[in-house]
């Protein structure tokens, strides 16, 4: 996919203001450590996460959203009434029904003839949005639109501690299983796109690639109907990183992006083995990276965008620079973005506690 007239205008982020130490989580588990003998510390020893965040209890992922979307409108500079799409990207929703986009697109005040709807697709949701909303600028079906999600993890992570110290039956490989629930977080993330015509950054979305290798769609996997998440991590950080390593064979050939002329790469956070594994296979300099995986955990769809707006917002470009937003999802998903980098708007707050 390739695009000539659309823009990433601007980025809005809501951060949760309480921490959740690894370490403490660990202290939470101490009964089922203590069954099976598990040493202290190999949780983030093995995920490289210090600490997480959470939301109040009871948090609905709209409010967040609305909060980061609101903000990410105001950078723009772009009026209310020029935005003719909301995406809502996020796994985490109010409800089944109706779509949480509507509940945010009320608040915001945006159109009544604003084409609005949720998207879930595990890790990806937020990008898919982009990539939508990028497809309706370029056709001239709107001028502006905003992909917004929030995911609220508070629930899996203590779902998850409650059934490892309850179920005695469990065995150390079926701890395992659990590994990848226990680094999930919260985070709110929204991204406005732009027509050129109407952008005053410049920052060009160049194109993109996307890759699905289906057959892993067991690795990682929820029922919905219990916040319990089994995953496979060790199989799905190696099938994901495969998955990526095609993708950005294919990205490069669409647009054009070379290892050579990225300057800056931001990625779905999941762990410091996954991410050593992925700049090996994709033969790019980790340096070039900016992580948030230590202090925010895996943010589901919220990480990749999030990131973004923090390594942008902690070292604005000097001058024009080329970014590469690499997404790997569970299912295995796969999308990854091309940017010319001129302007960063961003506006994020963390809540108090």
């Not at 600490?51 to 409108?73: L, Q």
């Not at 289906?214 to 998440?229: A, I, N």
Request: hydrophobic share 40%; charged share 20%.
């Amino acid at each position: 996919m390739k695009y000539s007239r659309v823009a990433i205008e601007s980025l809005g982020y809501t951060l949760p203001g309480e921490a959740v130490t690894t370490a403490e989580i660990e202290q939470r588990l101490a009964p089922v450590y203590e069954r099976l003998k598990l040493p202290e510390g190999r949780l983030e020893l093995m995920t490289g996460i210090a600490e997480r965040r959470f939301y109040a209890p009871g948090t609905r992922p709209s409010a967040m959203s609305i909060e980061s979307a609101r903000r990410a409108i105001e950078a723009s500079g772009i009026a209310p009434s020029d935005f003719g799409a909301l995406v809502h990207g996020s796994v985490c929703r109010d409800f089944l029904e109706p779509a949480t986009a509507c509940r945010v697109h009320h608040e915001l005040g945006l159109p009544d003839d604003c084409v609005i709807y949720d998207v879930s697709n595990a890790c990806l949701g937020l990008l898919n949005g982009m990539v939508q909303v990028a497809n309706m600028i370029e056709l001239g079906q709107v001028r502006a639109g905003i992909v917004v999600g929030t995911e609220c993890g508070r629930n899996l992570v203590e779902g998850t501690i409650a059934q490892l110290n309850q179920d005695t039956s469990l065995a150390r490989s079926d701890i395992k299983l659990a590994v990848a629930s226990l680094t999930i977080g919260s985070a709110s993330a929204a991204v406005v796109l732009a027509d050129a015509a109407i952008s005053s950054t410049g920052n060009q979305l160049l194109g993109g690639a996307v890759h699905c290798r289906t057959r892993h769609h067991g690795l990682c996997q929820s029922d919905g109907h219990v916040e319990l998440m089994q995953t496979d991590s060790e199989a799905l950080m190696h099938e994901g990183v495969a998955t990526g390593k095609a993708t950005f064979a294919r990205l490069q050939q669409e647009i054009g992006l070379t290892r050579q002329t990225i300057d800056r790469t931001f990625c779905h956070q999941v762990g410091v083995a996954h991410r050593k594994l992925l700049f090996d296979a994709l033969e790019l300099d980790p340096e070039i990276d900016f992580a948030t995986l230590e202090v925010l955990g895996n943010t589901g769809s919220a990480a990749l965008p999030i990131t973004m707006a923090l390594g942008l917002e902690e070292r604005p470009p000097n001058s024009e620079e080329r970014l590469a937003l690499l997404g790997i999802g569970s299912g295995i998903n796969c999308v990854m973005l091309g940017c010319q980098w001129h302007e960063t708007r961003v506006s994020g707050v963390t809540e108090p506690i």
